[in-house]
């Protein structure tokens, strides 16, 4: 869950939407964003997608950084366990810092 704090612009006031939470929820600058405040205390961000068009664009986009994020990821190697992972991992810090 993100947090965020009301700015004041102007005569009005802006929440600042974390970047992480505008790319999990496949939003941008241009898009429309309907508010509601079911109750006292609660604020809803509702993104107004405009067509089928608009939907599958941003479909693609998402499924895009998908794509580059899983390319990203090593496969796991075969025949090793986490510990033996993270134990590697510690063997080359500590010879990193030994280089020092």
């Known amino acids: ?3 965020a704090t009301l700015t004041k612009v102007g ?11 505008r790319q999990e929820a496949a939003i941008d600058q241009d898009t429309p964003l309907r508010l509601a405040s079911p109750r006292k205390g609660v604020v809803v961000i509702i993104s107004m997608l405009d067509d089928e068009e608009d939907r599958l664009a941003r479909l ?9 994020r899983r390319n990203k990821i090593k496969p796991w190697p075969e025949g090793l366990t986490a510990d ?3 134990a590697q991992a510690k063997e080359e810090r500590y010879r990193d810092f030994l280089a020092l």
């Open 11 to 21: 005569n009005s006031m802006a929440v600042l939407l974390p970047k992480a939470l």
């Open 84 to 86: 033996d992972l993270i």
């Open 1 to 3: 869950m993100a947090t």
């Open 60 to 68: 693609r986009r998402v499924e895009a950084r998908i794509a580059a």
